[in-house]
Every structure is written in structure tokens, then in C-alpha cells.
């Protein structure tokens, strides 16, 4: 694995990634390429993977966000979207508890600042989430000598009906 490489990135995933933006001979394949470009501008430490039957990952402390070229849009998924903050706008897809999308189709314009602000908003996420989980599983402290212990059951017998 090449040392530029980050750290759980199979090399060939960047390169299915360059072969499906290469593949798309409209609009669309630039336009994926774009955000893909901001997207490692944004996050220069982020894992590009390839899953869930042929799509772009994006990965940091997990999924923050899946690319997909469909037939009349862009759509770029984001996992965590409803926890994120979005002053300009740029989710236009989703409403339920979790994930955001932005759907781009041809003419579009996107606020590359705004959407790089984003991004870095998604990551940010990730490794608190990631940071929560351990804290979580973390071990409690061990007791001080000060502290009484706690017994599960009395010392005392109950009375029993004889």
C-alpha cells in the first residue's frame, strides 16, 4: 500500500472511483469528479471506498457519505445529514431521522465553500460519534477506599414462614 494511502483504503477502490467518473461521458461524470475533488479538499485524511454494489464511500470513523450518478442527477448521500448543520441550504433530499442528499442535475450550481463546510461538518461528526462509542464502553473508575461497598442483598436473613 502506497504510504499517501490512507490508513483501511484498498488501492483499488480510488481506482474504480476514477473509472466510473471516467466512464460517465455527460455531465454528470465532471460533476461527480468535482465534488469528489472537494470532498479531498475538504478532508485530506478521508478513505475512498467502493461498496454497496458500485458507489463511491467516503469514510472517516465510518460512512459520511455515498456518490451515485443517476440517469438525470447527481446524488450525493450524506449518512449522518439530519445532524448536520446546513446554514446555505444544499440538502434538497431526505427528511427522515438520518441521512441528507444532495441532488444535482445538470446546470446546477453548488456553493463549493458552503459544501466543503459541510463536509468538514460530516467528519467532525464522525469522530464524535466514534468518541462517544469508546467513552461508552469505557471501563467505570475502580471505587475508593472511602466508599462504602454495596452489598446486592442484606446482611440480615429475612424471617421465613415455618
Known sequence: MPKS????????DPEQIDA?????D????PLLGRLRELIKEAAPDVVES????????WESDGT??????????VKLTFSDGASLPDPAGLFNNGNGKSWRAIDLHEGDF??????????RAAVEYRHEVKA?????KAKP?????????????SATPKPTDA
Open 26 to 29: 455527460d455531465w454528470r461524470g
Open 110 to 119: 453548488v456553493d463549493e465553500g458552503a459544501f466543503c463546510e459541510l463536509v
Open 5 to 12: 494511502m490512507p490508513a483501511g483504503q484498498n488501492a483499488s
Open 141 to 153: 473508575a475502580k471505587k475508593t477506599e472511602s466508599e462504602p461497598a454495596k452489598s446486592a442483598r
Open 50 to 57: 467502493w461498496k454497496y454494489m458500485g458507489s463511491p464511500v
Open 64 to 73: 459520511f457519505a455515498v456518490g451515485n450518478a443517476h440517469k438525470e442527477k
Open 132 to 136: 462517544a462509542k469508546a467513552q461508552s
Open 20 to 24: 466510473l467518473i471516467a466512464g460517465i
